[in-house]
């Protein structure tokens, strides 16, 4: 049965679009994962210990994949049982050309982050807990749900005292807070020569109200995605309440190879705004001193 509210809205909209998400991700994923998630994933996940990772939002399974070639085992979980559908067939399919090695598995649960229920149970299943997690990743979910204490509450029960919890978020300042991009034009008054300006028009940042994403394929019979917006103190005031700490932080963007001269208002072109916000979290020291 569909959960009522917003929330219940959120999460439906990813049932009804798992397959052409996982058709438009495909194998590789797309330029935003190739070129700006996953070389941050790989910067912040250097030096973590290899050996059991947990993957939140896997989508069609793209970040557990490469967490299980990074030498990872693997618990993948999704809040949408279509989703995990077809990240299931789609690694079986890997391990069956041999792109995965059947020493490093990859196991999928029904996982939804902001159910408090779902994570006792996840966390009281001693067989998929064991000591904890040395990497926690989640790749491009946060903006898609709509309570972050759950997920937060957990993590420290969850984590190995030296693990980490990665997150990829769309950027804050220039995506979720429906920030109005501008393309002026005019000439130089000393070459000539037409001069194109891009600049970001920003009217709200700390109340933004839940929007719908832009459609990423041509299912309109369903409606899009709805992304939740958080001010960088929203975004990481549970995590820190929490207990944890953070020790990174990038934000990352295309380069001028990869604008689109044709499509001038492409948010690729606009190169001096960040398009993803990425962040490592990990455990506060044991003994803290909760009064500080």
């Given at each position: 049965?569909?959960?009522?509210g917003?929330?219940?809205?959120?999460?439906?909209?990813?049932?009804?679009?798992?397959?052409?998400?996982?058709?438009?991700m495909?194998?590789?994923?797309?330029?935003?994962?190739?070129?700006?998630?996953?070389?941050?994933?790989?910067?912040?996940?250097?030096?973590?210990?290899?050996?059991?990772?947990?993957?939140?939002?896997t989508?069609?399974?793209?970040?557990?994949?490469?967490?299980?070639?990074?030498?990872?085992?693997?618990?993948?979980?999704?809040?949408?049982?279509?989703?995990?559908?077809?990240?299931?067939?789609?690694?079986?399919?890997?391990?069956?050309?041999?792109?995965?090695?059947?020493?490093?598995?990859?196991?999928f649960?029904?996982?939804?982050?902001?159910?408090?229920d779902?994570?006792a149970?996840?966390?009281?299943?001693?067989?998929?807990?064991?000591?904890?997690?040395?990497?926690?990743?989640?790749?491009?979910?946060?903006?898609?749900?709509?309570?972050?204490e759950?997920?937060?509450?957990?993590?420290?029960?969850?984590?190995?005292?030296?693990?980490c919890?990665?997150?990829?978020?769309?950027?804050?300042?220039?995506?979720?807070?429906?920030?109005?991009?501008?393309?002026?034009v005019?000439?130089?008054?000393?070459?000539?020569q037409?001069?194109?300006?891009?600049?970001?028009?920003?009217?709200?940042?700390?109340?933004?109200?839940?929007?719908?994403?832009?459609?990423?394929?041509?299912?309109?019979?369903h409606?899009?995605?709805?992304?939740?917006?958080?001010?960088?103190q929203?975004?990481?005031?549970?995590?820190?309440?929490?207990?944890?700490?953070?020790?990174a932080?990038?934000?990352?963007?295309?380069?001028?190879?990869?604008?689109?001269?044709?499509?001038?208002?492409?948010?690729?072109?606009?190169?001096?705004?960040?398009?993803?916000?990425?962040?490592?979290?990990?455990?506060?020291?044991?003994d803290r001193?909760?009064?500080?």
């Open positions: 049965m569909e959960q009522p917003l929330e219940g809205q959120a999460l439906a909209a990813w049932e009804n679009h798992a397959g052409s998400w996982d058709a438009s495909g194998d590789d994923g797309n330029d935003y994962f190739s070129v700006l998630e996953l070389p941050v994933l790989k910067r912040m996940i250097t030096g973590q210990k290899r050996d059991r990772a947990l993957d939140l939002a989508g069609n399974g793209l970040v557990a994949r490469w967490l299980a070639q990074e030498g990872f085992s693997v618990v993948a979980t999704d809040g949408a049982t279509a989703m995990l559908e077809h990240a299931k067939a789609r690694t079986a399919i890997w391990y069956d050309e041999g792109r995965l090695s059947k020493e490093r598995e990859i196991r649960e029904l996982l939804d982050v902001t159910n408090k779902h994570w149970h996840f966390i009281n299943s001693g067989h998929l807990l064991e000591d904890g997690f040395d990497a926690i990743v989640m790749n491009m979910g946060i903006m898609d749900v709509h309570d972050l759950p997920l937060a509450a957990s993590l420290a029960s969850l984590l190995k005292q030296d693990g919890f990665i997150a990829t978020v769309l950027h804050p300042l220039f995506f979720t807070s429906g920030a109005r991009r501008q393309i002026t005019h000439e130089d008054p000393v070459t000539g037409r001069i194109i300006d891009q600049s970001i028009l920003l009217s709200q940042y700390q109340n933004v109200a839940p929007a719908r994403q832009l459609l990423f394929s041509s299912d309109s019979e409606k899009p995605p709805i992304s939740f917006h958080r001010s960088f929203e975004l990481f005031a549970p995590f820190l309440r929490a207990g944890l700490i953070l020790d932080l990038e934000e990352v963007n295309f380069d001028d190879t990869f604008r689109e001269p044709s499509r001038e208002y492409a948010a690729r072109n606009f190169t001096e705004f960040p398009k993803i916000l990425a962040f490592r979290l990990r455990r506060g020291p044991e001193n909760e009064s500080c």
